[in-house]
C-alpha cells in the first residue's frame, strides 16, 4: 500500500485526483504501477487501477493475471472492479471506502458476485486513514486550503480558482 500511496501522491503532481494502483506477482514482486492519469491524458477511463492492470498484463505477457494481487488506495469504482474480475486477479487490497462510487463495498459489490465466474478475494481498510486523507487534502487544496506542500504546478491551479471537475471539499473521496 505504501507503494500505491507513493504513485496517488505523484498523480497529484499532475492534477489528477490522488489514487494510486499496483499490482504484485504471486510472489510478492511489484509488476506494475500506475497512479490516476485522467487529467494528465484527457482519457476518462484512465484510473490507476486500469492502468496499473494494463501494465502487469503487458509486463507478464498475459491478459489472466490469475495469482496476483491488485493493490489500490481507494476502493473501485464499477469499471475498475469489473476490469479486475476480467483480468482474474486472485486479491484486491484496498485503502479507503468511496461511498460515492465504491463497486466493491460502499455502492455495489461487483467483485463477489456469484453470478460472475471469478471472485477476487478482498481486503479493504489497509491503510484507509492515509488513503483518504490525501484525497481530502486534495480537494481541501483545490478549494483554497493550504497548498504549501503540494507541487507547484497544483499550486498554482489551486490559486487561480480552477478545480477539477467534480470537486467538492465535502466528500471524502470521488472517483478515481
Ligand atoms: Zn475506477
Known sequence: ???????????????????????????GALVAAA?????????????????????AAAHLGTR??????????????AMCAGAAVLSRVGRIVYGALDP?????????????????????????GVMADECGQLIRQFFGMLSGGDVSEWPMELAS??????????SNPSVTATDG
Open 1 to 27: 500500500m505504501e507503494q500505491a500511496l507513493e504513485q496517488a501522491r505523484a498523480a497529484a503532481g499532475h492534477c489528477d485526483v490522488p489514487i494510486g494502483a499496483v499490482v504484485l506477482d504471486p510472489t
Open 35 to 55: 497512479g490516476n492519469e485522467r487529467e494528465l491524458t484527457g482519457d476518462p477511463t484512465a484510473h490507476a487501477e486500469v492502468l496499473a492492470l494494463r501494465r
Open 64 to 77: 489472466h493475471l490469475y495469482g496476483c494481487t491488485l493493490v489500490v488506495t481507494l476502493e473501485p469504482c
Open 100 to 124: 460515492k462510487a465504491g463497486a466493491i463495498a460502499s455502492l455495489f459489490d461487483v467483485v463477489r458476485d456469484p453470478r460472475l465466474n471469478h471472485r477476487p478475494a478482498v481486503t479493504g
Open 157 to 166: 491551479k489551486a490559486s487561480v480558482g480552477q478545480p477539477t471537475e467534480g
